[in-house]
Every structure is written in C-alpha cells, then in structure tokens.
C-alpha cells in the first residue's frame, strides 16, 4: 500500500517554537546589550532616545533581531519537516505583524529602524528555513 502523504503545511509546534525562538531570542538579547549599554544605573525617557539616536548601537539591534528571527525561521523549518518555507514565512509574518503593531504605537523607535525590520525579517525568516530544508534534504 502507498502512503499517502499529509497536504497540510502548517506545522503548530515548529511554529510555536520558532516564535518563541525569535522572540524569546530577541528580548534576551535586548535586554542584555541594554543592560551593559545603560549599567544599574536608572534609566530616564531621555537616556532611551538617546539610545535611539545611536545609529551603531540601534544597528546592532537590527542585526541581532534579525539573527533570532533568522534562527526562529530555521527553527519552525526543521521542526516541520514539511512545507519548510512556508512554516518560517509564518515567523517572518508574525514578526512582521508585531512590527506593524510597534509602529503604530509609535514607541519612539526611528521610522528606519522599523521599515528596515518590518521589510527584512520574512527574507530573514525564509533564509532560515531554506538552511533547514537544505540541513533535512541531507540527513535523508
């Protein structure tokens, strides 16, 4: 008998994981880099738009968001094992979604910044999950 194989793409606990990956990632790593930029002492609204006007520093962050949600993609990807770019397009897409969120709020954060990130992370997210189709197509 020929095994029929399943025509659903969407993988909940690759993308689960891949979410908490970027995010989790994202706000580790955000808090860390703005803890040894900021040191104990308290820190004044002044003190964070200073932050955002340190273009080195706030590209440091675009970096490293987009590292995690690189790896958050690749992580829903592998997980999946299946419809792999269309499990890290839906890291990308939500991170997208949170981005769109965050410029609406107009949180201070420099338009760049967030058109930047806003049209980067699902090419970032899909680069991930083109790693790991390439990383199951080996294994195989």
């Not at 993308?15 to 994202?26: C, E, S």
């Not at 900021?38 to 003190?47: C, I």
């Not at 709020?105 to 997210?125: D, H, Q």
């Amino acid at each position: 008998m020929v095994e029929q194989k399943s025509g659903r793409k969407f993988h909940f606990l690759g993308v689960l994981l891949g979410v908490a990956v970027d995010n989790l990632g994202t706000l580790v790593s955000t808090a860390v880099f703005g803890s040894l930029y900021f040191g104990n002492s308290p820190v004044s609204e002044q003190d964070v738009n200073a932050l955002y006007s340190n273009t080195g520093l706030i590209l440091l962050f675009l970096v490293i968001g987009l590292f995690w949600s690189f790896l958050g993609g690749y992580v829903a990807a592998r997980v999946a094992k299946r419809a792999e770019y269309f499990n890290a397009a839906c890291i990308g897409v939500i991170g997208a979604a949170i981005g769109f969120d965050s410029m609406l709020r107009n949180t201070g954060v420099p338009l760049w910044y967030e058109l930047v990130g806003f049209f980067a992370i699902v090419p970032v997210s899909l680069l991930g999950g083109y790693l790991a189709l390439k990383r199951n197509k080996t294994r195989l």
